[in-house]
């Protein structure tokens, strides 16, 4: 059999979750600017929308950290591929990311920010997998929580494919 994609969350009620969430950041980080900072390549789709959902000022900077490799459990390894541009030094930072999984990747890469001493930092997600955690993360912003399930779109891939769907699927026959 091959790949099929179920959809579990359709694009309607994700366009609407991200512009709760645009509202709720809006408003907790009024009157301050707030330094995205998107997790390459899965957090990039969620957060162009996010940002274009938030009415204070944004500034944006790229970060790539690698779990997993092209399959679908985690390697535990996690590497810096690409770093910030920009210090975040006495920033409003808030971590854009598409999926908190094991909680690895997060864990790791708040531990690295932190000692880079921003006035905040905050994490946002658009799906979180509560049953998978094996470290604890605190999220400030969260869209959905999922059940187990291999999920792609919206940022998420399988084997680098799917990221582009407008939707969150559910890969079967896999
Ligand atoms: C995925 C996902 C998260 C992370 C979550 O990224 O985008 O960043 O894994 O898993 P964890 O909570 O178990 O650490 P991946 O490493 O697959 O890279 P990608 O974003 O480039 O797909
Ligand atoms: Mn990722
Ligand atoms: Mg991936």
Known sequence: MSEQIRVLISEKEVDEKIEALGKQISKDYEGRQVHLICVLKGGAFFMCELAKRITTPVSLDFMSVSSYGDGTSS??????????????????????????????????????????????????????????????????????????????????????????????GVVEGV
């Open 75 to 168: 390697s535990g390894v996690v590497r810096i591929a690409k770093d910030l541009d920009e210090s975040i030094e006495g920033k409003d930072v808030l971590i854009v990311e598409d999926i908190i999984d094991s909680g690895r990747t997060l864990y790791h890469l708040m531990d690295v920010l932190r000692q880079r001493h921003p006035k905040s930092l905050g994490l946002c997600t658009l799906l979180d997998k509560p049953e998978r955690r094996e470290k604890d993360v605190k999220v400030d912003y969260v869209g959905f929580e999922i059940p187990d399930e291999f999920v792609v779109g919206y940022g998420l891939d399988y084997a680098q494919k799917y990221r582009n769907l407008p939707y969150i």
